[in-house]
């Protein structure tokens, strides 16, 4: 296979991950073609093993991290982004990402602070108990540094192209999951792909709401991320986790018909509970709740109960204790 072909194909590098979802899928171009970039599209998160494990991957590829020359984040999660500062180090590699999540990339002290204080208010505004935020607050120290080290990075807009030698990808900001994230459509032997991260996933739906509290309505940006990508008439999506997608275009439409029936569900807890709190509407949601899950669980109920508020069907009903419940309006 000549080089100039090699470009054109996306070498699927799955990686572990024990901390989050699992199962990080990265994606590595252009090997092969000194007039071409080598381009990696996500890291994995930064533990040493998982550092070694993509070492070993892009060897046996014939890379390296000196050898990549720039890097394409799909959004900021330390299981996307964790090395891409690792890597920019070794060959000072380009780090692109979209300039809603480009601060916390960069790690930015205003940015975490403020999304960090931001995460702390809506732990009580969900009316989460305080031996539930200890055991998260817990888990958060015991996971600190999967984020890596701060990467210089090079913010990109929705629109926006990047060169990656055999063919361009656009730059598609799918909001929702994450603030920033942001697909890269491209077209190749006739077929339109796009590199997704989590705005897709081939099993799970992805998590709104309490993945990136940075995002206001996140249901309702997510649902409109989803049509986006019906929008693209995609023929084959590579996501952040686990294999590509042969069937994008129904895989969105599955996953918004999940939250449809996710937030049928939801008025059902308000109406037969009423006030409750997105805590209370997690629980009948997901049951016990562990690790990032605890924060994940009430943050999907807070999504869905934010756009039942926003639609009329339910309206917030303050309390002494700071936390906000929920009633049919």
Same mark, same amino acid.
């Not at 071409?36 to 494990?53: C, N």
């Not at 993509?54 to 890379?63: N, W």
């Not at 590699?93 to 702390?120: G, I, N, R």
């Given at each position: 296979?000549?080089?100039?072909?090699?470009?054109?194909?996306?070498?699927?590098?799955?990686?572990?991950?024990?901390?989050?979802?699992?199962?990080?899928?990265?994606?590595?171009?252009?090997?092969?073609?000194?007039?071409?970039?080598?381009?990696?599209?996500?890291?994995?998160?930064?533990?040493?093993?998982?550092?070694?494990?993509?070492?070993?991957?892009?060897?046996?590829?014939?890379?390296?991290?000196?050898?990549?020359?720039?890097?394409?984040?799909?959004?900021?999660?330390?299981?996307?982004?964790?090395?891409?500062?690792?890597?920019?180090?070794?060959?000072?590699?380009?780090?692109?990402?979209?300039?809603?999540?480009?601060?916390?990339?960069?790690?930015?002290?205003?940015?975490?602070?403020?999304?960090?204080?931001?995460?702390?208010?809506?732990?009580?505004?969900?009316?989460?108990?305080?031996?539930?935020?200890?055991?998260?607050?817990?888990?958060?120290?015991?996971?600190?540094?999967?984020?890596?080290?701060?990467?210089?990075?090079?913010?990109?807009?929705?629109?926006?192209?990047?060169?990656?030698?055999?063919?361009?990808?656009?730059?598609?900001?799918?909001?929702?999951?994450? %603030?920033? =994230?942001?697909?890269? #459509?491209? $077209?190749?032997?006739? !077929?339109?792909?796009?590199?997704?991260?989590? @705005? &897709?996933?081939?099993?799970?739906?992805?998590?709104?709401?309490?993945?990136?509290?940075?995002?206001?309505?996140?249901?309702?940006?997510?649902?409109?991320?989803?049509?986006?990508?019906?929008?693209?008439?995609?023929?084959?999506?590579?996501?952040?986790?686990?294999?590509?997608?042969?069937?994008?275009?129904?895989?969105?439409?599955?996953?918004?018909?999940?939250?449809?029936?996710?937030?049928?569900?939801?008025?059902?807890?308000?109406?037969?509970?009423?006030?409750?709190?997105?805590?209370?509407?997690?629980?009948?949601?997901?049951?016990?709740?562990?690790?990032?899950?605890?924060?994940?669980?009430?943050?999907?109920?807070? %999504?869905? =109960?934010?756009?039942? #508020?926003? $639609?009329?069907?339910? !309206?917030?009903?303050?309390?002494?204790?700071? @936390? &906000?419940?929920?009633?049919?309006?």
């Amino acid at each position: 296979m000549s080089g100039r072909r090699l470009l054109g194909v996306v070498q699927h590098v799955q990686l572990t991950n024990a901390a989050f979802e699992g199962r990080n899928s990265v994606y590595l171009l252009g090997v092969g073609d000194d007039a071409a970039p080598t381009t990696l599209v996500d890291t994995g998160i930064a533990t040493p093993d998982v550092e070694s494990e993509l070492r070993a991957a892009l060897d046996a590829r014939g890379a390296s991290f000196a050898a990549v020359d720039q890097v394409l984040l799909t959004h900021w999660h330390h299981d996307h982004a964790g090395l891409a500062a690792a890597i920019q180090n070794e060959g000072d590699a380009t780090v692109y990402v979209h300039e809603a999540d480009a601060p916390m990339v960069a790690q930015d002290p205003d940015a975490v602070e403020a999304m960090e204080a931001s995460q702390a208010d809506y732990l009580d505004e969900w009316g989460m108990p305080a031996d539930k935020q200890a055991e998260l607050n817990d888990f958060l120290d015991t996971h600190d540094g999967l984020q890596g080290e701060p990467a210089d990075v090079t913010p990109l807009a929705d629109g926006d192209t990047a060169d990656l030698g055999y063919f361009e990808v656009e730059v598609v900001h799918l909001p929702g999951h994450a %603030a920033g =994230l942001a697909a890269y #459509v491209f $077209e190749r032997d006739g !077929r339109r792909e796009a590199f997704v991260g989590d @705005a &897709v996933l081939p099993k799970y739906t992805p998590n709104v709401g309490g993945a990136d509290v940075r995002v206001e309505r996140p249901l309702q940006q997510y649902l409109d991320s989803l049509q986006r990508v019906e929008g693209l008439d995609l023929d084959r999506a590579w996501p952040g986790h686990r294999g590509p997608i042969f069937a994008p275009t129904e895989r969105a439409r599955d996953i918004a018909d999940h939250h449809d029936e996710r937030t049928e569900r939801v008025v059902d807890v308000v109406r037969e509970q009423a006030p409750v709190t997105a805590w209370e509407v997690s629980s009948e949601l997901f049951g016990e709740l562990r690790h990032i899950h605890i924060l994940h669980g009430p943050g999907e109920a807070y %999504a869905h =109960l934010d756009h039942l #508020v926003h $639609e009329g069907v339910l !309206r917030e009903v303050g309390d002494e204790d700071g @936390a &906000v419940r929920y009633e049919l309006a």
